[in-house]
């Protein structure tokens, strides 16, 4: 590394809930289902259709929380991000950015620097900062004809 500059890298990492109903409505989650019909005015976002938060969301997103360090807020609040993209036909997402579930957790994993032959020497505790958790839904799924059949994650 050049002197004097240090690297920070940033990621979004997503992790599926296993929950049984979507984050918003009760539409099963359910993998392999034909095409739509896991869906209703909700998830579909038709006018004057309102989203409820799934308890078991929350209580598998705070046992992540707390299992990661972080600080579970008493407030959080969900927003409307909107975007066009064809995994997204109502043309928003619900999600988190002001006030998110919880924020400032720490991770701490081993590493180590590799030799020129490749060999890790020198395993030492890195720490990794988790800036924020936060809960949103999943956008749709595009499914594309003739291609093998997803896999489910389960
Ligand atoms: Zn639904």
């Known amino acids: 590394m050049k002197e004097g500059w240090e690297a920070v890298i940033g990621l979004e990492i997503h992790a599926q809930l296993s929950t049984e109903s979507k984050i918003f409505c009760g539409c099963s989650t359910r993998f392999g289902d034909e095409p739509n019909s896991n869906t209703c005015p909700v998830c579909l976002g038709l006018p004057g259709a309102l989203p409820v938060l799934n308890r078991r969301a929350v209580e598998l997103g705070a046992r992540a929380a707390l299992a990661l360090g972080l600080h579970v807020n008493e407030v959080s609040i969900f927003a409307r991000k909107?975007?066009?993209?064809?995994?997204?036909?109502?043309?928003?997402?619900?999600?988190?950015?002001?006030?998110?579930?919880?924020?400032?957790?720490?991770?701490?994993?081993?590493?180590?620097?590799?030799?020129?032959?490749?060999?890790?020497?020198?395993?030492?505790?890195?720490p990794v900062r988790i800036t924020r958790l936060h809960l949103e839904e999943d956008a749709g799924k595009n499914v594309h004809e003739g291609l093998p059949a997803p896999r489910s994650p389960r």
Do not use: C
């Open 82 to 126: 909107n975007y066009f993209y064809p995994d997204l036909p109502k043309g928003y997402q619900i999600s988190q950015y002001d006030r998110p579930f919880s924020e400032k957790g720490l991770l701490e994993i081993v590493t180590a620097e590799r030799d020129e032959g490749g060999q890790a020497r020198e395993w030492r505790p890195m």
